[in-house]
């Protein structure tokens, strides 16, 4: 098979509330990141948790609902494609920034006011 596959799936909770902005045409661009956790036990055999922030990014209708319905601790499955974005900054310094383009998302149990 040669076909290549640029897929990522997480589920988490949004560390804080989604922000929406508009392009210039009106379409809906919507940033947001969600705390994903991992454990295992040391060496004493401890239980250790960790928490990896996740970015993710989503355009028109998906990126409206998201803006509309999620809120800081909304939990969601979301998959979509990974990507980096490179650009100079002020200083001329060059930078980048990875970012999960969002195709596909669910909604998991309700928010922390549980609607």
């Known amino acids: 098979m040669s076909k290549n596959l640029n897929r990522c799936e997480f589920i988490g909770n949004m560390g804080k509330d989604p922000e929406q902005a508009f392009t210039p045409a009106g379409s809906s661009v919507v940033n947001f990141s969600l705390a994903v956790g991992d454990d295992y036990k040391d060496k004493q055999g401890q239980k250790v948790e960790q928490t990896e922030w996740v970015n993710f ?3 028109g209708k998906s990126g409206e609902i998201i803006a509309q319905y999620c809120q800081k601790g909304s939990k969601l499955w979301c998959a979509g494609k990974f990507k980096t974005d490179k650009w100079t900054d ?3 310094n060059t930078r980048y ?3 999960i383009h969002v195709n596909d998302f669910e909604f998991i149990g309700g928010n922390q006011q549980g609607s």
């Open 90 to 92: 002020k200083e001329g």
């Open 57 to 59: 990014v989503a355009f």
């Open 97 to 99: 920034s990875t970012k």
